[in-house]
């Protein structure tokens, strides 16, 4: 077959126009990003407070971004005799059991119910120092659901395995997941857009539809990573904010109230106790000094009679 130079410039229009169909799909195609996280993990709560929490707020994305949160990032388990299932997490069992939490939610909440109810958990979590029940309770009681569903599902053969189903996501990744927390986007881990997307995923999101104009908020946002697939990659590393402290939450010292109450009882009873030995003693000094001084004046009638006495006798003795 000949090809002239019309033949090639068709074939080049033609390869032109299949590209930008293509290109264009792909731009209108709903971007997948899925985070990875554990609930006592102190990047994974940063995260969600600071970038997830805000997002989420911006409902305009949901239509064009499929964002899945799954507990566990570094959560393992093992089996024995085929049935039953061992945990084992970063920062101990409460943290095992805090994802089963969020793996039961999933599960026994509706979809957008559930993403509310692990926000809510996350960017709480601090102040309710680590305690699943508690945290679980105060959100229910703001969303308006029955916890104990929950609290019961976690603690049961049936949210271990719920949570081991969502562990198995892990298995069929392209890359093992290392950290915690770890963002995978259209089924790839590229470090520089997971500190993009744990930096402010509002903007990351924006950047990745291109800026579109139909969802307000991108229409106001300006660039802060600059473009997309872009070489410059120099100027945007170097406003990544994000930088992983791989440590647990930051526990504060909890108040016992039973404690100051006792300790100052302790001490209003001391104080009492010791008012009643001080007055017990001055009772005691004073009975010791009254006797005393009975004592002295019994002594000085004793003296004075004896002298009546003796005067009497002395009398009688003249008188004879």
């Known amino acids: 077959m000949k090809f ?37 993990c102190g990047d ?5 407070k600071s970038s997830i929490e805000p ?11 499929n964002l899945v949160l799954i507990p566990g990032a570094k ?11 061992y945990f084992s997490c970063q920062h101990g069992e409460d943290e095992c059991l805090g994802n089963t939490f969020h793996a039961c939610a999933f599960y026994k909440l509706e979809p957008s119910l559930a ?32 916890y104990q569903p929950i609290a019961t599902c976690a603690q049961s053969d049936e949210g271990k395995q719920y949570m081991l189903t969502l562990l198995k996501r892990k298995s069929v990744l392209k890359d093992n997941v290392y950290f915690s927390p770890w963002a995978v986007v259209n089924g790839e ?52 904010r994000f930088k992983r402290t791989n440590g647990a939450i930051e526990v504060k010292e909890k108040k016992d109230s039973n404690k100051d109450s006792n300790k100052d009882s302790n001490k209003e009873s001391n104080k009492d106790s010791n008012k009643d030995s001080n007055k017990d003693s001055n009772k005691l000094k004073e009975k010791s000094t009254n006797k005393g001084i009975d004592n002295v004046l019994n002594n000085e009638k004793e003296k004075s009679k004896v002298n009546i006495n003796n005067k009497k006798d002395n009398i009688k003795v003249e008188s004879k």
């Open 115 to 146: 993403y509310k109810y692990i926000i809510c958990y996350m960017s709480n979590i601090r102040e309710y120092m680590g305690n699943n029940f508690d945290v679980t309770q105060y959100c229910s009681s703001q969303l308006n659901f029955d």
């Open 189 to 240: 881990h590229d470090d520089r857009i997971e500190s993009m997307i744990f930096d402010n995923l509002t903007d990351y999101s924006c950047k990745a539809l291109k800026y579109d104009k139909t969802i307000k908020i991108c229409a106001s946002y300006q660039e802060f990573y600059g473009p997309v697939g872009g070489t410059d990659t120099n100027k945007r590393v170097e406003k990544v």
């Open 4 to 40: 002239n130079i019309t033949n090639i410039y068709l074939l080049l229009i033609s390869f032109v126009i299949y590209s930008y169909s293509t290109m264009k799909i792909k731009l209108t195609d709903k971007i997948d990003i899925k985070i990875f996280y554990d609930v006592l």
């Open 55 to 65: 997002y989420y707020k911006n409902t305009e994305f949901q239509s064009r971004i």
């Open 75 to 85: 959560m393992t388990f093992e089996t024995s005799d085929g049935s039953d299932v």
């Open 44 to 48: 994974s709560v940063r995260v969600f």
